[in-house]
């Protein structure tokens, strides 16, 4: 079971299991306004871990999807510590549709551990990019008191055509970061 707040106390609140997932950033009821993902830029949420878990397939969320052929879109995931544990084919056809979750298979299954986890979006469609859903916060203030190698939404790269097989976690950013929602099962 993915982290939230049922798991820490509070029964009421909602968890990923409400929405058939093994992980969630926070409860898609809590949706705010959407945002444009920059060509070629490589956006991380961070997923809290309790225990180990294997998961298959990200979930994210598109207010309206993108146009022109992709030139290398995917997701992914990323250790705490900047390997990356699992990626999808190129989502390009996937980052097309409008208002709907979308549920990006990856490669292979792949088993995330504790503390934490990083989900990783990148985004090259020819024309425009999709609009991600994502939560009324700003991702700035939720990184607050974090280091970069904690950061809970930031950027790690920009000008890419792939997620690479490690970033540098110490190089996260938290210039043109999106608060988008991601899931997982």
């Known amino acids: 079971m993915g ?21 969630g950033v926070t409860d898609p ?42 030139t290398g879109s995917f997701v992914g995931v ?10 999808s084919a190129d989502t390009g056809t996937l980052f097309t549709n409008s208002f709907v979750p979308i549920t990006c298979p990856l490669l292979s299954t792949i088993e995330v551990t504790p503390p934490f986890f990083w989900y990783a979006l990148l985004s090259n469609l020819a024309t425009t990019q999709p609009q991600i859903n994502g939560g009324f916060n700003n991702g700035n203030l939720t990184n607050f008191n974090l280091p ?14 792939a ?4 970033i540098n976690v110490a190089a996260n950013s938290l ?3 999106l608060n988008f929602w991601a899931g997982s099962e």
């Open 78 to 87: 990323y250790s705490a510590i900047g390997n990356r544990i699992g990626v």
């Open 148 to 161: 970069p190698s904690a950061y809970a939404y930031c950027v790690n790269g920009t000008g890419q055509l």
């Open 175 to 177: 210039a043109g970061n």
């Open 29 to 70: 009821r809590l949706l705010g306004p959407s945002q444009t993902p920059t060509a070629g830029t490589i956006y991380l949420v961070k997923q809290k871990v309790l225990a180990a878990n294997s998961i298959s397939n990200l979930v994210f969320m598109l207010a309206s999807g993108g146009t022109g052929a992709s």
């Open 163 to 166: 997620l690479p097989a490690q």
């Open 3 to 23: 982290f939230s707040s049922a798991a820490v106390g509070n029964p009421a609140a909602w968890a990923p299991s409400d929405n058939g997932l093994k992980f």
